[in-house]
């Protein structure tokens, strides 16, 4: 196991520094530069090349990339333009609401859909299977956003039964130690903060988590009926063991290869996802902070944010690979 924990870690060092070569040359070649977003419209010619000799954008471009890597590893991502306070700040601030998003959606997703597509498999073509694949085709179809402002519409403006948005009701008593509400809460002993977070996630929760959900039903009802078919499932039925033996270490272990796969990589478009969620429920996460980046042309915060998140989504497939290797040994041995 922990031969293959270095072997993927050593394999994400070229993926991580492609995409860093790939995120410098895309702020270098975007209009305008970051000289001219610090300076805004109204600098002259002079102010520009000043602006750009104090961020050394004069110097060639190998040497700009070198001291761009040199301030991504000591974490000096710079200052965002807009707030004026430092990207690292701005992003130790906001992400722990977008992964307390996002992890609330991909629970959802996994706890209500692997369920769902396993009934949907034993119980083919019954009412069961035809509800859950109708009603995964209609989860694909919505768009995040169109769901989030009907839910928020509905429920929390018409009937007011959930917030409207926020991560916490106006004034909750709510101590700040590590930025997870929820946590928060537990850790000081606040459990009416910890309510009043999770009452919160509901609706943007069920929103960003309507496509994974969809997709994650669809695979366990595909995996499980392709597991179904095959003979060691047969052999074990025929043995007489016990149908909870066989639909656990027979059925489920094995269907459940793929449906982690497509987790891993559905936990990593959350946080893509969750752009629009965030900015219909003023979640106030990265996903929103980064659509306000891109409208103020705030090249510091999207590239070093765009960098963080890549971290963020090839470390979770790193964990699938190591769930993986803990479900089938076979990927051990390859």
């Known amino acids: 196991m922990l031969r293959l924990i270095?072997?993927?870690?050593?394999?994400?060092?070229?993926?991580?520094?492609?995409?860093?070569?790939?995120?410098?040359l895309w702020l270098r070649m975007l209009p305008g530069g970051p000289a001219s977003a610090r300076l805004g419209e109204r600098a002259t010619e002079a102010d520009r090349i000043a602006m750009e000799s104090a961020l050394g954008l004069d110097k060639p471009l190998w040497d700009q990339y070198f001291i761009f890597l040199r301030d991504l590893l000591t974490l000096d991502l710079g200052v965002s333009t807009r707030t004026g306070?430092?990207?690292?700040?701005?992003?130790?601030?906001?992400?722990?609401?977008?992964?307390?998003?996002?992890?609330?959606?991909?629970?959802?997703?996994?706890?209500?859909?692997?369920?769902?597509?396993?009934?949907?498999?034993?119980?083919?073509?019954?009412?069961?299977?035809?509800?859950a694949v109708s009603g995964s085709l209609i989860g694909i179809c919505i768009p995040v956003f169109f769901l989030a402002f009907i839910l928020k519409e509905i429920f929390a403006v018409g009937l007011g039964w959930f917030p409207t948005g926020s991560r916490l009701t106006t004034g909750i008593n709510a101590t700040e130690v590590t930025g997870f509400h929820t946590l928060d809460g537990i850790l000081t002993g606040e459990f009416d903060a910890t309510g009043d977070a999770l009452w919160h996630l509901v609706l943007p929760g069920i929103a960003l988590a309507s496509i994974p959900l969809a997709v994650i039903t669809r695979m366990t009802r595909a995996s499980v009926l392709e597991v179904l078919?095959?003979?060691?499932?047969r052999t074990a039925e025929s043995k007489g063991l016990h149908q909870r033996v066989v639909r656990l270490r027979h059925v489920m272990r094995n269907a459940l290869l793929p449906v982690i796969t497509a987790i891993?990589?559905?936990?990593?478009?959350?946080?893509?996802?969750?752009?629009?969620?965030?900015?219909?429920?003023?979640w106030g996460g990265i996903g929103s902070f980064i659509r306000d980046a891109i409208d103020g042309r705030d090249y510091p915060v999207l590239t070093n944010f765009i960098l963080i998140i890549a971290l963020v989504y090839v470390l979770i497939n790193l964990l699938v690979d190591l769930a993986y290797s803990l479900i089938d040994p076979r990927v051990r041995v390859h």
């Open 229 to 233: 078919q095959e003979d060691y499932v």
């Open 85 to 131: 306070r430092p990207v690292w700040e701005e992003f130790t601030q906001r992400f722990p609401a977008t992964v307390e998003l996002g992890v609330t959606a991909i629970l959802i997703a996994v706890v209500v859909g692997v369920p769902l597509g396993y009934l949907a498999a034993r119980h083919r073509g019954g009412w069961m299977d035809v509800g």
């Open 6 to 24: 270095v072997r993927r870690l050593l394999q994400l060092v070229p993926t991580l520094l492609g995409l860093s070569v790939l995120l410098f």
């Open 264 to 282: 891993g990589l559905l936990t990593g478009s959350l946080l893509s996802g969750a752009v629009l969620t965030e900015s219909i429920f003023s």
